[in-house]
């Protein structure tokens, strides 16, 4: 199985809502990433994990919480969005954090945020 | 820290070449290459290591810089399938992973 894969596809939600976003792999990759991505520009960097550890946080609000429950998951819990927080969300793993290593991508949440 | 890429935008013909270049202001210790179709995922093309060492797909060529802290990518006779935004991506002194400020490729019949 070399496919990282994410749940919802799609999500729409109020400020006051919250919900989470999930990703899985099963590759055995032991870091993971959360992106953000706006129209037209390059996904941003958010959180890293490596070994189920938050190995980087890039000064993202606390609105965003992630969770890594164990190796293949990692979840994004979200809760009192703003409207500009509509994005793709994009996860993406990797064996380890050598540079030597790509990172493979799923296929993103498109969030919007009422 | 995010690389400069260049152009930001490029229209080809089937058949044309491209080259898209890559630039950091901070020392670049590996590159990474991706590209993304519109409301898909990146997708891995290559990755180019100090050293000369380079890992990514046959049909792709790129090169690496280390002294000016610049990478390119090569497209030879470009066909339909190559459309969508290229990006380059670094990683940072720490874990961190940076991408390019992205070129958007088109190539027309």
């Known amino acids: 199985d070399t496919e990282v894969t994410q749940t919802p596809k799609h999500l729409v939600m109020g400020m006051t809502n919250k919900k989470s976003l999930k990703c899985e792999q099963h590759m055995g990759h032991r870091a993971m990433y959360w992106y953000k991505q706006k129209a037209k520009k390059p996904p941003e960097l958010m959180f890293v994990?490596?070994?189920?550890?938050?190995?980087i946080n890039e000064s993202v609000p606390s609105r965003f919480s992630p969770e890594c429950p164990n190796s293949s998951l990692l979840n994004l819990h979200l809760h009192a969005l703003q409207p500009e927080d509509s994005a793709l969300y994009l996860c993406?793993?990797?064996?380890?954090?050598?540079?030597?290593?790509?990172?493979?991508f799923g296929p993103g949440t498109r969030l919007t945020v009422l | 820290q995010q690389p400069v890429q260049s152009p930001q935008a490029v229209i080809l013909r089937e058949g044309e070449d491209a080259v898209i270049n890559c630039s950091s202001s901070?020392?670049?210790?590996?590159v990474h290459w991706y590209r993304q179709k519109h409301g898909e995922a990146p997708v891995f093309l290559m990755i180019?290591?100090?050293?000369?060492e380079q890992k990514g797909h046959e049909k792709i060529s790129a090169s690496f810089n280390e002294k000016k802290q610049q990478s390119s990518l090569y497209l030879t006779a470009s066909q339909l399938s190559y459309s969508g935004t290229y990006f380059c991506g670094a990683r940072g002194t720490g874990n961190q992973f940076y991408f390019g400020t992205g070129t958007s490729l088109t190539v027309i019949p």
């Open positions: 993406a793993s990797q064996p380890g954090l050598s540079s030597y290593n790509e990172q493979f």
């Open positions: 901070k020392a670049l210790y590996s």
């Open positions: 180019l290591l100090k050293g000369g």
């Open positions: 994990y490596s070994y189920e550890k938050l190995s």
